[in-house]
């Protein structure tokens, strides 16, 4: 089994609102991405979690907070967005980090309207 | 700057047709060379690459690395419509970065 799940399929929110997209795997992987994709853009990687701890930011605005509560769930928290943040944001996992040889693989995304 | 970068951007061709995409790359610390599909949704994993000159296939994609010149290619015989799709290339650094090219945007017409 190779799935990663992703929730919701498709969100709208305000400018103002507070929503969370979440993401699960259960296939024992130790590392857990967010990536944001516009459209005809390829995916771009936004916070990469190893052993439920981030470790790679990259450079992505507050107003979006990510959290890892255990190995095998993935939360991406949002407040106060802009319209441009508008995307599909996909969930990907990987294998233990640290070994020589893994894929990512990713969940079907959440694609978010920001009004 | 690491950099991913894939050629053609975008291709059609018949049914039948034999394709050829491309993907060159200037990272550091190189890992790996993964390919996707990607349809509608979700990027979809087709290959890992991480030895020169093996090449790895699955039905009628097939795809080999050359890290001496730094490019890897995916081939793609007997095309079919299903096989329409944007094309994904990504190297995986180290540090678990992976750094997608733009994609190649392949249509296959019946």
């Known amino acids: 089994d190779t799935e990663v799940t992703q929730t919701p399929k498709h969100l709208v929110m305000g400018m103002t609102n507070k929503k969370s997209l979440k993401c699960e795997q259960h296939m024992g992987h130790r590392a857990m991405y967010w990536y944001k994709q516009k459209a005809k853009k390829p995916p771009e990687l936004m916070f990469v979690y190893s052993y439920e701890k981030l470790s790679i930011n990259e450079s992505v605005p507050s107003r979006f907070s990510p959290e890892c509560p255990n190995s095998s769930l993935l939360n991406l928290h949002l407040h106060a967005l802009q319209p441009e943040d508008s995307a599909l944001y996909l969930c990907a996992s990987s294998q233990d980090p640290a070994g020589v040889l893994w894929t990512q693989y990713f969940g079907p995304g959440t694609r978010l309207l920001v009004l | 700057e690491d950099k991913v970068v894939q050629s053609p951007l975008s291709l059609v061709v018949h049914e039948g047709d034999t394709v050829t995409l491309n993907c060159s790359y200037e990272v550091t610390n190189f890992r790996s060379l993964l390919w996707y599909k990607q349809e509608k949704k979700a990027p979809t994993f087709l290959f890992m690459l991480t030895s020169s000159g093996i090449e790895k296939k699955s039905g009628r994609l097939s795809s080999i690395l050359d890290k001496k010149e730094l490019f890897s290619i995916l081939n793609i015989t007997a095309t079919q419509t299903g096989d329409s799709a944007i094309y994904l290339c990504?190297?995986?650094?180290?540090?678990?970065?992976?750094?997608f090219g733009a994609g190649t945007i392949l249509r296959v017409k019946s």
């Open positions: 990504a190297v995986v650094e180290y540090g678990n970065k992976l750094v």
